[in-house]
């Protein structure tokens, strides 16, 4: 992960906690996200969801309900973390789409 990346992601609060080869992984408060870093190293937005008693439980949907599932845990997401989660999907998709902007602004110049 770039400086710059970085630095758009901690204007957003969201920080960096793990980076791999391809993939990174980023939080804020309980929730976190999983990046996919492509060949052209523009990252893409993995699975979202929040750090529970039973470990990572990412949000999915069951007829019409959401749920945050773990290994051995499935338990209905209340809506405040319902909440939370799409707060910071919409925070990180918000910030990687602004560094993408000024990378496509300094390729202009």
């Not at 893409?44 to 949000?59: D, H, V």
Request: glycine share 8%; charged share 30%.
């Amino acid at each position: 992960m770039t400086a710059e990346l970085a630095a758009r992601l901690s204007s957003f609060r969201i920080q960096l906690l793990s980076e791999g080869k391809e993939f990174s992984i980023v939080a804020r408060e309980n929730c976190f996200a999983l990046l996919h870093t492509a060949q052209d190293g523009v990252p893409g937005i993995g699975s979202s969801g929040m750090m529970t008693a039973n470990g990572l439980a990412y949000l999915v949907w069951r007829d019409g309900e959401p749920r945050l599932v773990a290994k051995g845990s499935d338990l209905r997401a209340p809506p405040a973390d319902v909440e939370a989660i799409r707060s910071f999907s919409e925070d990180l998709k918000a910030a990687l789409k602004r560094w993408e902007e000024g990378l496509a602004a300094d390729e202009r110049r």
